[in-house]
């Protein structure tokens, strides 16, 4: 099969390697999609990834094409999406069912190879099959999604309340757009004219700094950091999403504003995943699917898996608007 390969710091190279075979309780994925995520420049660009050579890609959905030993074949050609996370199912957490705190994790497209491939093989357990009329470059957009649906979650209560989200990468559209759904009035701090123009053409209207019930900090800076405990109200909520690009350090005056306004901090990471009956991913399915035509907008950029680093390179281009790049095996 083909597969678009990270070999180096900034090298990428597309071809032929060995077709994966499922194993027992495994299933053959042919690739229909697969999402960039922020984390796949940092192993392109920043020396990020734990080996070389890697197959990149945890964002994905396609086709069981093929079954291992003990699989029910009903399942062949189905389509699916995968919850990249392959937990140790030994620790304390797994346990519980806290998978995300795995404490001897693997990871698609990380720790062990992923989907910027033609096929990838995965467990059976890592499956949600998706409706058949569901496109694939909508269901890739499903791991995000279910991060974004396990942030907003973390809130109970959205009715008339103020919501601002500092962040417009594709969690953080994801979020207001869960809120708004929930009838809050959302808000977005942001700092890029075209980012603007994007989020009015999906119906948000209010952007600057404002006073706010709730905060979701989706960047992962200091400053975005000390910008929500400026904004959020006294026995407000703020809710940390984004991967910090360094250490997170704070002012003692701005430490002190979440003392003396008894400010709720939730931390989230990941999302759930087999948990309860109805979990994120459920949720994240159904979330995209009806909703397929106005989310199709969040995908900016569309490439083949033979573009390789031209990929990486146009969507890191500041001076385009990018949401969203997809690599597309078939439509």
């Known amino acids: 099969m083909k597969a678009c390969i990270l070999e180096d710091n900034q090298k990428i190279s597309y071809k032929e390697i060995e077709t994966p075979q499922p194993k027992d309780n495994e299933v053959l994925i042919k690739v229909g999609a697969c999402g960039i995520c922020s984390s796949d420049f940092n192993r392109v660009y920043n020396n990020g990834a734990y080996f070389y050579p890697l197959v990149l890609g945890h964002e994905f959905s396609g086709e069981i094409v093929e079954t291992g030993k003990n699989i029910d074949k009903e399942y062949l050609h189905k389509r699916a999406v995968i919850f990249p996370l392959l937990p140790c199912n030994d620790c304390e957490f797994c346990k519980e069912k806290s998978y995300a705190q795995c404490k001897n994790y693997s990871y698609f497209g990380s720790r062990c190879n992923g989907a910027m491939a033609e096929y990838i093989s995965v467990p059976i357990w890592n499956i ?5 009329d569901m496109r694939f470059d909508i269901a890739a957009m499903c791991e995000p999604t279910a991060v974004a649906i ?3 979650n973390k809130i109970q209560e959205y009715q008339n309340k103020k919501v601002c989200i500092i962040g417009t990468g594709i969690i953080g559209i994801i979020i207001g757009l869960i809120a708004k759904s929930r009838n809050a009035e959302v808000n977005f701090i942001i ?6 123009e994007f989020l009015k053409s999906l119906g948000f209207t209010s952007f600057g700094e404002q006073e706010s019930d709730i905060v979701f900090e989706c960047v992962g800076s200091n400053q975005s950091l000390e ?3 400026n904004t959020v109200k006294s026995k407000g909520q703020i809710v940390l999403v984004g991967n910090p690009y360094s250490d997170m350090t704070l002012p003692k005056k701005v430490y002190w504003k979440i003392l003396r306004s008894e400010i709720t901090i939730n931390g989230v990471w990941n999302s759930s995943y087999k948990n309860q009956e109805n979990d994120d991913w459920d949720n994240a399915i159904r979330f995209l699917y ?3 035509n106005q989310l199709s907008m969040l995908i900016t950029d569309r490439f083949k898996l033979e573009d390789g680093i031209a990929a990486f390179n146009q969507m890191k281009n500041t001076d385009k608007l990018s949401i969203k790049g997809v690599f597309e095996n078939e439509k």
């Open 128 to 132: 949600k099959v998706i409706p058949s």
């Open 290 to 292: 009806e909703n397929q």
């Open 191 to 196: 700092r890029n004219n075209q980012k603007e």
């Open 150 to 152: 396990h942030a907003a």
């Open 227 to 229: 910008q929500c405990i």
